[in-house]
């Protein structure tokens, strides 16, 4: 039987995809705001045309470490590099990096050329070089035909648009977005998903986009990193760190997930009712099962590598195409399974997985 996939290392989990040099480099970012460390020792590297969202919960340090990157915060230790550039000593308006908030800023009083060129006539340029960049930017936004319309005219998805727009009249070579869709509804937000993240392969500059949303952040990225009051818990594609979760907390917070918590002795793993070879030492395990590789035992008899267990279905959820069926097993055991909707599901149940989709994790240590 395979053994269980064991967790990535600390070495690998702020790897740059191997295609792309490096943009940005964040060596040992720390912040604190008082006696509150905000950011501990954060490394992070980016490529050059790389899509990366900086994931984490309330509190979780990411806007403050998108902050630091684009000037408007100062790191209490630790270092920022573009290529051979430092670039933690340069002020803002230095950096070839522009950002676009939560709130778009814009003049209401001004068109949507002009809040767009409006930072090329602070820097005087002139204005032949204005309004040539101005029209580059709508048309790759695809806003030109709304350049005369004032912002309080336009939709919030256009408003948006407008607003990328006047980052990318800069010409940066990396574009930070704090939350940028969050306050969009639903369907648009959807939408504009799907355009952001094609406006960003047509410009080819490298995006950073903080968000607390995960299926946002699956969506969109090339890689993510997820924060945890202030450290790096993993950082990795969406496909790897949904499937290959580096410690329990990224196992829960990415998706729906079982964490099997056991013992392995002789090269058996224990967990209540459960059992299975694994190849590893003896001591205590912790696995993350996700609910889709828990499914509804068909009759007959087990296959090798397959576990199966008895239990009582508690609560049923309805997702669409498909339910979460949370299961009551003995011994205290719960297990959470997602199947096709529309089936008929009794009251008594016999589940089964594999073995091999067990993926084995660290445990997340409590963290202030």
């Known amino acids: 039987m395979p053994s269980p996939t064991?967790?990535?290392s600390a070495a690998t989990?702020?790897?740059v995809p191997a295609a792309n040099p490096t943009l940005l480099s964040v060596r040992n970012v720390a912040k604190s705001f008082g006696r509150n460390a905000v950011l501990r020792?954060?490394?992070?590297?980016?490529?050059?045309?790389?899509?990366?969202?900086?994931?984490?919960?309330?509190?979780?340090?990411?806007?403050?470490?998108?902050?630091?990157?684009?000037?408007?915060?100062?790191?209490?230790?630790?270092?920022l590099w573009m290529g051979t550039e430092r670039l933690d000593h340069q002020p803002p308006y230095r950096r070839r990096v522009n950002t676009v908030f939560q709130s778009y800023a814009l003049f209401p009083h001004l068109t949507v050329e002009e809040n767009v060129g409006y930072g090329l006539r602070v820097a005087k340029r002139p204005k032949a070089e204005i309004a040539q960049r101005v029209t580059e930017a709508l048309d790759k936004v695809k806003m030109s035909a709304h350049a005369k319309a004032k912002p309080s005219k336009i939709s919030g998805g256009q408003q948006q648009r407008v607003a990328l727009a006047r980052a990318l009249v800069n010409r940066p070579r990396l574009l930070l977005l704090d939350e940028p869709l969050s306050a969009l509804d639903a369907n648009l937000r959807r939408q504009m998903q799907v355009e952001?993240?094609?406006?960003?392969?047509?410009?080819?500059?490298?995006?950073?986009f903080v968000t607390h949303d995960q299926e946002e952040a699956m969506v969109m990225?090339?890689?993510?990193?997820l924060l945890r009051s202030g450290e790096l818990e993993q950082v990795a594609t969406p496909r790897e760190i949904y499937s290959r979760p580096a410690t329990a907390y990224v196992a829960q917070f990415i998706g729906h997930t079982n964490l099997l918590k056991g013992e392995v002795r002789g090269g058996v793993m224990r967990c209540a009712l459960l059992a299975w070879p694994a190849s590893l030492p003896d001591g205590p395990v912790l696995f993350s099962l996700r609910p889709e590789h828990v499914r509804l035992a068909a009759p007959g008899a087990t296959a090798s590598g397959v576990v199966r267990v008895r239990g009582r279905v508690v609560h049923q959820a309805f997702h669409g195409a498909t339910e979460l069926i949370r299961v009551e097993c003995a011994d205290g055991l719960v297990l959470v399974a997602r199947t096709a909707s529309g089936g008929s599901v009794h009251n008594e149940v016999e589940l089964e997985f594999s073995a091999a989709d067990a993926v084995l994790v660290r445990e997340s240590p409590e963290r202030n």
């Not at 990225?221 to 990193?225: E, F, M, Q």
């Open 41 to 79: 020792n954060v490394s992070l590297e980016i490529a050059e045309g790389e899509f990366l969202t900086i994931l984490g919960e309330s509190g979780s340090g990411k806007t403050t470490l998108l902050r630091i990157v684009a000037g408007f915060e100062t790191a209490s230790s630790g270092e």
């Open 221 to 225: 990225s090339d890689r993510i990193a």
């Open 13 to 15: 989990l702020n790897a």
């Open 196 to 208: 952001l993240k094609s406006l960003q392969r047509e410009v080819g500059i490298a995006f950073v």
């Open 6 to 8: 064991t967790p990535a």
